[in-house]
């Protein structure tokens, strides 16, 4: 933990050295420092003809009535592109990623997770609603060697949801080492589901993007380049590698979009066509909508359908991202633009099901808003505290509805994610929030000097003592500390936070 604090001040420094008066200085150190052209950063592979690798389906067992999967976090090698070196990574069940999880609404599942690293670990199961010992979070670590059991009962939308480790201080590492995967929740009942393309692999796809660098041994480095958000990789790479190529065999094809990556925020779209986005991260939307470009910030996810004509060849395409009123937006990644993914519809195509226009209905109540919050974003802090293991900042009530005003007061970037929760965005600045942030979601982008009220409500399970997160997603921000802790209590309880005290962690 010392060692990345230690560079991380180092960083700090070098940023104020070399930029004066911060940001705007930030921007020009970057470019200064930065040898490709100036409007992307980003090295685009040549050919897109990469297979698109598919994490596997994790297997499941039946014991005493619950699904239970087994994942093993341990150490490998993988090839982020043909040719190249074999980088030294981190995976879940194989060198590098992990097989995607499916359960049923209303399944009650486990998951074993065992550590084979040379360190603790955690791992976090990222929108599921559950009881917070369950979480993952860094209250839950894992020892090498050891293995950490999981269980709870799926009690919730249908919808893409994923995991990664979550040590404190130490997430960004994991992550961008490997350790991610999916973790889908399925309606097998619902027709709506039956409807929509729902093969895994063939018209049913997940699309893991993930931003890397890398030294001139091709082992993976995390350099910030000095910026204020952390890594942005020169090399994009879905599902592990860069220039990956998807052949496409229907009609629609369904991409399940996760941004994996520490810090890079992405505007997703296809250039000569608009694109039906489903569902955002908790769930299916209200109905289709129809749009050019879906921007997805650390840690959100976007289901969208792509209609394809036989023998199209098209790409995936980050645009320049709209981040708001950045101060440096070269330094941030707004300016960079480059192909994502590549989509090969085959000479024959078999005919997709007709999209409903209903999707899913939802919504909560806000008339029934009792607890207000509200959570000031700057620099690493979250109203002017940074992370303190020990420390419960915040004690909800069961059944209650709450809205929580969260505000980024920087000029760069941050985001904000919710444990055990999906919430809605209520108002940006006031105002209903655009179409895609009118779902439900567990992690928004937060432009600078915006307001959001977002609504959510904590029902199932209370526990005093064991905390669940709320924090910005872009990793390095995280493990510096910008995170705080609440707990969920039966009406009129007090928070414990005696036995979090007791192993501090830090
Ligand atoms: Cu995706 Cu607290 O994490
Ligand atoms: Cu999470
Ligand atoms: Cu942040």
Redesign the pocket.
């Known amino acids: 933990m010392t060692g990345l604090t230690g560079l991380t001040g180092l960083t700090r420094r070098r940023l104020l050295l070399l930029g004066g008066a911060g940001l705007a200085g930030a921007g020009v150190a970057v470019l200064a420092g930065c040898s490709t052209a100036s409007t992307s950063s980003v090295s685009e592979p040549e050919e897109f003809d990469t297979p698109l690798p598919i994490p596997p389906l994790a297997e499941s067992r039946w014991e005493a009535g619950t699904r239970t999967f087994s994942l093993r976090a341990q150490e490998g090698s993988w090839q982020f592109q043909p040719g190249a070196h074999g980088a030294s990574t981190w995976g879940f069940n194989g060198p590098y990623g992990g097989p995607t999880l499916r359960a049923n609404v209303g399944e009650r599942v486990a998951v074993e997770v065992g550590n084979d690293l040379p360190e603790a670990t955690s791992t976090?199961w990222?929108?599921m609603h559950l009881p917070a010992e369950m979480?993952g979070?860094p209250h839950q670590m894992v020892e090498p060697g050891d293995t950490w059991r999981a269980e709870w009962v799926i009690g919730q939308a249908p919808c893409t949801l994923?995991y990664?480790p979550?040590p404190h201080g130490q997430?960004e590492r994991h992550?961008y080492r490997g350790l991610a995967g999916m973790f889908w929740l399925d309606d097998p009942q619902d027709p709506v589901t039956q409807a929509l393309p729902h093969t895994y692999a063939v018209d049913d796809v997940p699309v893991i993007i993930g931003d890397k660098t890398f030294d001139d041994q091709g082992e993976l480095v995390i350099d910030d380049g000095g910026n204020e958000v952390g890594l942005l990789g020169d090399v994009v790479t879905v599902n592990g590698v860069a220039g990956a190529r998807l052949e496409v065999t229907t009609t629609l094809v369904r991409l399940r979009i996760l941004n994996a990556s520490t810090a890079r925020i992405y505007s997703l779209g296809i250039a000569d066509r608009s694109m039906l986005m489903i569902a955002s991260d908790g769930g299916l939307l209200r109905s289709p909508l129809e749009l050019e470009r879906v921007r997805l910030s650390?840690?959100e996810r976007a289901e969208v359908l792509v209609a394809l004509d036989p023998g199209d060849d098209v790409r995936l395409h980050s645009f320049e991202p709209e981040l708001g009123s950045v101060a440096a937006p070269f330094a941030v990644g707004a300016n960079d633009s480059f192909d994502v993914l590549r989509l090969v519809a085959a000479d024959e195509l078999a005919a997709s099901a007709e999209v409903p226009e209903q999707l899913a209905s939802f919504g909560l109540d806000a008339a029934a808003v009792g607890p207000r919050r509200r959570f000031e974003l700057e620099d690493r802090e979250i109203n002017g505290a940074r992370m303190d293991m020990a420390r419960i900042d915040e004690t909800v009530e069961l059944g209650d509805t709450e809205m929580w005003t969260v505000v980024n007061r920087n000029l760069f970037p941050h985001n904000f994610?919710v444990?055990d929760v999906q919430f809605e965005v209520r108002s940006i600045d006031g105002e209903p929030p655009p179409p895609e942030l009118a779902g439900r979601k567990?992690?928004v982008y937060l432009e600078p000097q915006r307001e959001y009220e977002l609504l959510m409500q904590f029902i199932d399970y209370t526990d005093p003592q064991m905390p669940y997160?709320?924090?910005c997603?872009l990793l390095r921000h995280?493990d510096e500390g910008m995170?705080g802790q609440f707990v969920v209590v039966q009406p009129g309880e007090r928070a414990d936070p005696s036995m979090i005290s007791g192993h501090g962690g830090h």
Do not use: N, S
């Open positions: 976090h990222h929108g979480d979070g994923w990664h979550h997430t992550v650390p840690g994610h444990h567990d992690t997160m709320y924090h997603h995280e995170m």
